[in-house]
């Protein structure tokens, strides 16, 4: 009687197998999350595999030990990534401070959380990787869309940073685009958001490939639009293309920018 109630223990992720050979890497991939018992096994055994099989070095600000304080460490390595991968789960706030550099710098993030709950609703279009530590094999799973996320944003990084913080002059540093691209991006971001939030989480990787969406999900859209501050033309161009017509999508637009709490409730409801 007595073993059957211990508490369950998370499965510990299986050791990957050893590789032949190494191949050099081509930048670094900064890890930010909390520190300490399962997790320091979690990041040397999925996080580490996962991300040189991407080709990237693996750091986390632990590595460093310099007598210099730790934010100006964090800062350097956050510069110096080619990609950052963000595990937010248990909404540790040092990991989103982390993650609000990392924004400002426009670089782009591969989001990790074990709930869409640990994920703030600003924060879900970017790619959103949700694992469970009690399903089977579930290390080796992480490792294998880890590194494919990896590989997928060094192919478009601009994809995985928010469009806000995005550069459109090549003059600035960081991740540049023209103004089309990044209108383009935002778009694909909102759909993505739109998706997970009324039809539950899309993989990693995943597009959304529909071209008409229904009445609620058109005003969800919509909300969405007018909380970035959209102008009603924008919002239309976005959304005609989905299937409601113009006077519906103005009409709309309208009654959202009269009630704001109607605005809220909307962005508020279908979370997962």
Same mark, same amino acid.
């Given at each position: 009687?007595?073993?059957?109630?211990?508490?369950?223990?998370?499965?510990?992720?299986?050791?990957?197998?050893?590789?032949?050979?190494?191949?050099?890497?081509?930048?670094?991939?900064?890890?930010?999350?909390?520190?300490?018992?399962?997790?320091?096994?979690?990041?040397?055994?999925?996080?580490?595999?996962?991300?040189?099989?991407?080709?990237?070095?693996?750091?986390?600000?632990?590595?460093?030990?310099?007598?210099?304080?730790?934010?100006?460490?964090?800062?350097?390595?956050?510069?110096?990534?080619?990609?950052?991968?963000?595990?937010?789960?248990?909404?540790?706030?040092?990991v989103f401070y982390e993650l609000?550099? #990392?924004?400002? !710098?426009?670089?782009?993030?591969?989001?990790?959380?074990? /709930?869409?709950?640990? +994920?703030?609703?600003? $924060? &879900?279009?970017?790619?959103?990787?949700?694992?469970?530590?009690?399903?089977?094999?579930?290390?080796?799973?992480?490792?294998?869309?880890?590194?494919?996320?990896?590989?997928?944003?060094?192919?478009?990084?601009?994809?995985?940073?928010?469009?806000?913080?995005?550069n459109v002059s090549p003059a600035?540093?960081?991740?540049?685009?023209?103004?089309?691209?990044?209108?383009?991006?935002?778009?694909?971001?909102?759909?993505?958001?739109?998706?997970?939030?009324?039809?539950?989480?899309?993989?990693?990787?995943?597009?959304?490939?529909?071209?008409?969406?229904?009445?609620?999900? #058109?005003?969800? !859209?919509?909300?969405?639009?007018?909380?970035?501050?959209? /102008?009603?033309?924008? +919002?239309?161009?976005? $959304? &005609?293309?989905?299937?409601?017509?113009?006077?519906w999508i103005e009409s709309t637009?309208?009654?959202?920018?009269?009630?704001?709490?109607?605005?809220?409730?909307?962005?508020?409801?279908?979370?997962?």
């Amino acid at each position: 009687m007595a073993a059957a109630q211990e508490t369950k223990r998370p499965r510990r992720p299986s050791r990957p197998r050893a590789r032949k050979a190494k191949k050099p890497s081509s930048g670094i991939c900064f890890t930010i999350m909390p520190f300490g018992g399962w997790l320091d096994d979690y990041y040397l055994e999925v996080y580490v595999p996962a991300i040189k099989a991407a080709g990237l070095a693996p750091h986390r600000a632990d590595d460093l030990f310099r007598p210099s304080t730790i934010v100006n460490d964090i800062w350097d390595y956050t510069k110096k990534a080619r990609v950052l991968l963000a595990d937010l789960t248990g909404k540790n706030p040092n990991v989103f401070y982390e993650l609000g550099l #990392a924004h400002a !710098l426009a670089k782009p993030a591969i989001l990790l959380a074990e /709930s869409m709950d640990d +994920i703030p609703f600003d $924060l &879900r279009s970017l790619r959103i990787i949700v694992y469970d530590k009690n399903a089977h094999d579930w290390g080796a799973t992480l490792r294998t869309k880890i590194t494919a996320a990896i590989r997928e944003v060094l192919n478009s990084p601009a994809a995985a940073v928010l469009p806000a913080f995005l550069n459109v002059s090549p003059a600035q540093a960081g991740t540049t685009v023209t103004p089309q691209q990044k209108e383009l991006l935002e778009i694909r971001q909102d759909l993505d958001l739109l998706k997970r939030e009324v039809g539950g989480e899309v993989g990693s990787l995943g597009i959304d490939r529909r071209t008409d969406i229904g009445p609620l999900e #058109a005003r969800r !859209l919509i909300a969405h639009l007018v909380r970035r501050g959209a /102008s009603p033309e924008l +919002i239309v161009r976005r $959304l &005609r293309p989905l299937g409601p017509p113009a006077d519906w999508i103005e009409s709309t637009i309208s009654e959202l920018k009269k009630n704001k709490r109607l605005l809220y409730r909307l962005l508020r409801e279908g979370r997962p």
